[in-house]
């Protein structure tokens, strides 16, 4: 008897938490958004965009937040376009019971700027992603050229991974060249440029002097 009682009791009170969050869901639903804060965690002192561009970007998507019922915003929508944009690594947003929404950001960190025979510049990322360049945001990060025939002419504003570039190792050996000095506190703070010369050697600059 005691069993049955134990087991009527917690069915009961499990039911009864399933209410109430359902019911605390629908009313957040209708709690009008007061505004929302963008935070950026980004480890290079150069990022590759702005956080007036990523608010700018999430206000065109939406027209406005503030005011508006939080049930009547698409958060997944957002969080769909911020994931899609080249610079962004996450985004993650949560919005209160006061109905605050808070976006937070971790970019992209660019370690090589490419500019390549056909003088077309882009960014390799720490992770091997090519991103295009933001005009108005250069990252002052190590730059390779000279002989790189990679056949990269556009883009089109979105990132690629270097394995999806068929027939270019040159991009891979400049990626491990660039992460081992990156990696390096000593040839991260010396070498300033890599120059590819015409048999296809690596010419390392560095920042001072003629070596």
């Excluded at 027209?63 to 958060?75: Q, R, S």
Aim: with cysteine; glycine share 8%.
């Amino acid at each position: 008897m005691k069993k049955v009682l134990g087991i009527l009791f917690w069915s009961i009170l499990l039911a009864g938490i399933g209410v109430a969050v359902v019911f605390m869901q629908m009313k957040h639903k209708e709690t009008i958004c007061q505004g929302f804060t963008l935070s950026i965690i980004d480890n290079n002192p150069d990022p590759l965009i702005s956080e007036a561009d990523i608010r700018q970007q999430i206000l065109q998507i939406t027209d406005t937040l503030t005011g508006k019922k939080i049930g009547e915003i698409d958060l997944m929508q957002i969080h769909g376009i911020l994931k899609d944009n080249p610079y962004i690594l996450n985004a993650d947003i949560q919005s209160d019971i006061s109905g605050n929404l808070s976006v937070e950001i971790e970019l992209r960190r660019a370690i090589l700027r490419v500019i390549n025979k056909d003088s077309y510049s882009y960014y390799i990322d720490e992770d091997g992603y090519l991103l295009p360049v933001n005009p108005g945001y250069p990252s002052r990060v190590l730059i390779a050229n000279g002989n790189i025939k990679d056949g990269i002419k556009d883009l089109n504003g979105s990132r690629i991974h270097l394995s999806q570039q068929n027939n270019t190792p040159i991009i891979e050996e400049l990626y491990e060249l660039a992460s081992y000095i990156d990696w390096s506190p000593f040839l991260s703070k010396m070498i300033s440029q890599v120059w590819v010369n015409e048999k296809g050697a690596y010419e390392l600059i560095p920042l001072i002097g003629n070596y």
